[in-house]
C-alpha cells in the first residue's frame, strides 16, 4: 500500500500530542517532526525529552499537558497497564479521554491485549473520541527509516483521518478490521516470527552439529521449500548475514523479552476463544525460558539455547 501524500502547507497539518518516546517511540516522533508536524511530547525519561526538544517539538510535563490544543494523540506505551492508565486513569489520576474534546483521534501504537484495546475504544467512542490500535512492525530500524508497518482497527472514518499521518511514519499501512483487530493481527503476525526463528534456528543448528556450513546450510534452505523471512534477511547464526544483530553480538533488534511479551499476548488471546496453538506454544516456552538470562538480546539469540558457541562467534 503506497503512503499518502499530504499537503506541505503548515495551517493544513494538526498538532500532534506524542505520549512515549522509548526506542521506537522517538524516531517515529522525530519522523513526523521533520514532516513539519505541530508537536508536543511527553515521557518519563528526561534524556528522551531533550532529544526531541532539540529536534524541534515542544516537552511537555504530562499526558494532558501535552495534549493541550491537540488534534490528533499518538501513544506508544509498553504494555496494556500503562495505555489503561494514560487513557483511562488509575488510582489518584485521571485518564486523558475525560480532558479530550470530541472529534480527537487518539492512535495508539502500544503492542498490547486486543481486549484492552477495545476497552479503552470504547470508553473513547461514548465520549465522542476517534480511536484507532496501530500496533506496528518493522523494529527499531523501520521506525527510523519511516518504514513500518502499521496495523490498526478501528472505524473506517478514523482510518482514513489517521492515515496521511501514518504515512509519515510507515510504507505499509493495513486497516485490519474493528476495534481490536490491529492488535489480534500484530500477535498473529509475531507468533509466526516467533515460530519461524525458533525453527530456523533449530534446523541451522541441525546441520552444523553434522558438520555443515551455517552460509552454506542457510543458502540452500533460502534456495528451497524452507525458505522465510528470518533465512531472508535476519539470519541467526554469527556472520552469515552482516548488519543484523547475530553478527553483532545480538545486541539491538528486536529484544527477547519483547517476542516473549507479544508470544504471551498470543497465548492468552488463543486461550479467550480456544484456539488450539501448539507451535506457539512451544515457541512461548522456549523464550520464556531463554529471556530468563538474555532479556535484553535480540530475540534472534535464541539460536543460543541450541548452540551456546555463538556467544563467543
Not at 476517534?130 to 530500524?141: K, M
Not at 489517521?162 to 493481527?185: D, R, S, Y
Not at 523479552?257 to 507451535?279: F, H, R, W
Amino acid at each position: 500500500m503506497s503512503p499518502t501524500k499530504h499537503s506541505d502547507n503548515q495551517a493544513t497539518k494538526p498538532n500532534i500530542a506524542f505520549i512515549g518516546l522509548g526506542n521506537m517511540g522517538a524516531p517515529m516522533a522525530e519522523n513526523l517532526l521533520k514532516a513539519g508536524y505541530p508537536l508536543s511530547v511527553y515521557d518519563l525519561s528526561a534524556d528522551a525529552l531533550k532529544r526531541l526538544q532539540n529536534a524541534g517539538a515542544t516537552v511537555a510535563d504530562s499526558p494532558l499537558s501535552a495534549a493541550t490544543n491537540a488534534q490528533v494523540v499518538i501513544s506508544m506505551l509498553p504494555a496494556g497497564k500503562h495505555v489503561h492508565s494514560v487513557y483511562l486513569g488509575d488510582s489518584g489520576s485521571k485518564g486523558l479521554l475525560l480532558s479530550l474534546p470530541k472529534g480527537t483521534l487518539v492512535i495508539d501504537s502500544s503492542t498490547i491485549a486486543a481486549a484492552d484495546a477495545r476497552v479503552v475504544a470504547d470508553t473513547a467512542n461514548k465520549m465522542g473520541i476517534d480511536f484507532l490500535d496501530a500496533p506496528v512492525s518493522g523494529g527499531t530500524g523501520g521506525a527510523v527509516a519511516g518504514s513500518l508497518t502499521f496495523i490498526v482497527g478501528g472505524e473506517e472514518q478514523a482510518f482514513a483521518k489517521a492515515k496521511p499521518i501514518l504515512a509519515v511514519m510507515g510504507k505499509n499501512i493495513f486497516h485490519a478490521g474493528e476495534h481490536g483487530a490491529g492488535q489480534v493481527a500484530k500477535i498473529c503476525n509475531n507468533m509466526l516470527l516467533g515460530i519461524l526463528m525458533a525453527g530456523t534456528a533449530e534446523a541451522i543448528n541441525l546441520g552444523v552439529k553434522n558438520g555443515l556450513d551455517a552460509k552454506v546450510l542457510s543458502e540452500i534452505m533460502l534456495q528451497s521449500s524452507g525458505r522465510n523471512w528470518t533465512l531472508e534477511v535476519y539470519n541467526p547464526y554469527p556472520q552469515v548475514m552482516d548488519n543484523v544483530p547475530s553478527s553483532h553480538g545480538y545486541k539491538g533488534g528486536f529484544m527477547t523479552d519483547l517476542m516473549q511479551k507479544d508470544l504471551n499476548l498470543a497465548m492468552e488471546t488463543a486461550k479467550a476463544i480456544g484456539a488450539e496453538t501448539p507451535m506457539g506454544s512451544k515457541a512461548t516456552e522456549l523464550y520464556q525460558q531463554h529471556s530468563v538470562e538474555h532479556g535484553d538480546k535480540d530475540f534472534s539469540s535464541i539460536m543460543a539455547h541450541h548452540d551456546k558457541s555463538v556467544w563467543s562467534s
